[in-house]
């Protein structure tokens, strides 16, 4: 089913193989729309994702008013790319763009876990529809907080049944 434009609905930016399994696992969720969502393709790099968003994405947000996105970036321990990222983000679109992503990278939580990464997405995916922290509260991921409270509050009444 395609995306329609006049309606809420969500893009979702990963930065690598790993996040786009997630992502794809997220949309797994039986409570989920999916015809509010897609997964576009992999950015090849968190620089990458900010480029391929102030490049593509942006200006089609502004004709799409409805339209969200999440951007799934690795924060390679770097607390500070979260505010480096935001800083990328046009004034005009900031209430409409999430940024998330594992502390380290996937690979490690997937390890601490011991969950593929289709299958960590679809437990974030339960968590948001539950609205249950438990996979959302690891410590990889936990930094998603105050990011994550925001995307549910504006997603949630459409991407979840």
Same mark, same amino acid.
């Given at each position: 089913?395609?995306i329609?434009?006049?309606?809420?609905?969500?893009?979702?930016? &990963?930065? $690598?193989?790993? +996040? !786009?399994?997630?992502?794809? /696992?997220?949309?797994?969720?039986?409570?989920?729309?999916?015809?509010? %969502?897609?997964v576009?393709?992999?950015?090849?790099?968190?620089?990458?994702?900010?480029k391929?968003?102030?490049?593509?994405?942006?200006?089609?947000?502004?004709?799409?008013?409805?339209?969200?996105?999440?951007?799934?970036?690795?924060?390679?321990?770097?607390?500070?790319?979260?505010?480096?990222v935001?800083?990328?983000? &046009?004034? $005009?679109?900031? +209430? !409409?763009?999430?940024?998330? /992503?594992?502390?380290?990278?996937?690979?490690?939580?997937?390890?601490? %876990?011991?969950k593929?990464?289709e299958?960590?997405?679809?437990?974030?995916?339960?968590?948001?529809?539950?609205?249950?922290?438990?996979?959302?509260?690891?410590?990889?991921?936990?930094?998603?907080?105050?990011?994550?409270?925001?995307?549910?509050?504006?997603?949630?009444?459409?991407?979840?049944?």
């Amino acid at each position: 089913m395609s995306i329609n434009n006049e309606r809420p609905h969500i893009f979702v930016l &990963p930065e $690598d193989d790993a +996040n !786009r399994q997630i992502a794809n /696992g997220f949309i797994l969720d039986l409570n989920l729309n999916s015809s509010a %969502i897609r997964v576009l393709p992999v950015a090849r790099g968190w620089k990458n994702v900010v480029k391929k968003f102030t490049n593509d994405y942006a200006s089609t947000m502004r004709q799409h008013p409805h339209r969200m996105i999440a951007l799934l970036i690795d924060f390679d321990e770097y607390e500070d790319r979260l505010i480096y990222v935001k800083n990328q983000i &046009p004034d $005009d679109l900031k +209430n !409409r763009v999430f940024v998330l /992503g594992v502390l380290s990278e996937p690979e490690r939580l997937k390890r601490d %876990i011991n969950k593929d990464f289709e299958k960590i997405g679809e437990a974030l995916a339960k968590d948001c529809s539950d609205n249950t922290n438990e996979l959302w509260g690891h410590h990889l991921l936990k930094h998603n907080k105050t990011e994550l409270d925001r995307m549910i509050s504006s997603v949630k009444p459409f991407l979840f049944n």
